[in-house]
């Protein structure tokens, strides 16, 4: 019992921080936060903050950074649930944390850059900021599940799967709001967003299953 505390100890400072990223989220910008919440159900946030968007935002930056701990958290249950194998040592949690946080920062600025090549600036902005905002709700999300996993038990792989599956729709829900607002531009543009969406957002997690596999990690 001693050593499954302590193995969860690195876990519990990772969930206090995440939390205190939400709670500053909160408190400094409580209206915005407000609209946040109901993100899903309700179009309000998207509408009244996709024409103040800005490319370094302190409100999305801190539960960017709440997103990627808890990515970082739910991808070692996932290996655990599926191998058996604990990784709850802080050098590879925090390889794990830099690699997701380099890999969706890396991802956001070759979006804007093909953006601007394919001369869709605006739209793409857009649309990134609306995906981002379904991320950093699965962020919100996260939270207690990745909790309820490492202090209960461990998920068998079919409540992994269906959790996976359940974060799909949530931003497959993203992407359809974000065709509908847009709708007019993407006719006109849809032959370079479907090269984006081939090579932004389809091949960059083709890449990664391949190297998994070659690594037999998966």
Same mark, same amino acid.
């Given at each position: 019992?001693?050593?499954?505390?302590?193995?969860?100890?690195?876990?519990?400072?990772?969930?206090?921080?995440?939390?205190?990223?939400?709670?500053?989220?909160?408190?400094?910008?409580?209206?915005?936060f407000a609209n946040f919440i109901y993100l899903p159900g309700n179009s309000k946030y998207l509408l009244i903050h996709t024409r103040d968007q800005k490319f370094l935002d302190r409100f999305d930056a801190l539960l960017f950074s709440n997103l990627v701990i808890s990515i970082s958290i739910f991808l070692t249950i996932c290996y655990k649930s599926?191998?058996?194998?604990?990784?709850?040592?802080?050098?590879? @949690?925090?390889?794990?944390?830099?690699?997701?946080?380099?890999?969706?920062?890396?991802?956001?600025? @070759?979006?804007? @850059?093909?953006?601007?090549?394919?001369?869709?600036?605006?739209?793409?902005?857009?649309?990134?900021?609306?995906?981002?905002?379904?991320?950093?709700?699965?962020?919100?999300?996260?939270?207690? @599940?990745?909790?309820?996993?490492?202090?209960?038990?461990?998920?068998?792989?079919?409540?992994?799967?269906?959790?996976?599956? #359940?974060?799909?729709?949530?931003?497959?829900?993203?992407?359809?709001?974000?065709?509908?607002?847009?709708?007019?531009?993407?006719?006109?543009?849809?032959?370079?967003?479907?090269?984006?969406?081939? #090579?932004?957002?389809?091949?960059?997690?083709?890449?990664?299953?391949?190297?998994?596999?070659?690594?037999?990690?998966?």
């Amino acid at each position: 019992m001693i050593r499954i505390a302590e193995s969860n100890e690195i876990f519990t400072i990772l969930f206090v921080i995440g939390l205190a990223l939400v709670a500053m989220a909160k408190l400094f910008y409580s209206k915005r936060f407000a609209n946040f919440i109901y993100l899903p159900g309700n179009s309000k946030y998207l509408l009244i903050h996709t024409r103040d968007q800005k490319f370094l935002d302190r409100f999305d930056a801190l539960l960017f950074s709440n997103l990627v701990i808890s990515i970082s958290i739910f991808l070692t249950i996932c290996y655990k649930s599926l191998y058996g194998q604990s990784l709850t040592s802080i050098d590879i @949690l925090m390889k794990i944390i830099v690699a997701v946080a380099s890999f969706i920062l890396i991802k956001v600025l @070759l979006e804007r @850059l093909i953006g601007s090549l394919f001369g869709i600036d605006a739209l793409i902005d857009d649309y990134l900021f609306q995906k981002t905002s379904y991320k950093n709700y699965l962020g919100l999300l996260l939270i207690p @599940l990745n909790a309820f996993f490492i202090y209960n038990q461990t998920p068998a792989e079919i409540v992994i799967l269906i959790t996976l599956v #359940a974060f799909f729709l949530i931003n497959l829900i993203g992407l359809t709001v974000s065709f509908k607002v847009h709708q007019n531009v993407l006719k006109r543009n849809l032959f370079y967003f479907i090269l984006y969406l081939c #090579a932004l957002e389809i091949a960059p997690y083709i890449i990664i299953y391949k190297l998994l596999q070659d690594f037999k990690i998966f």
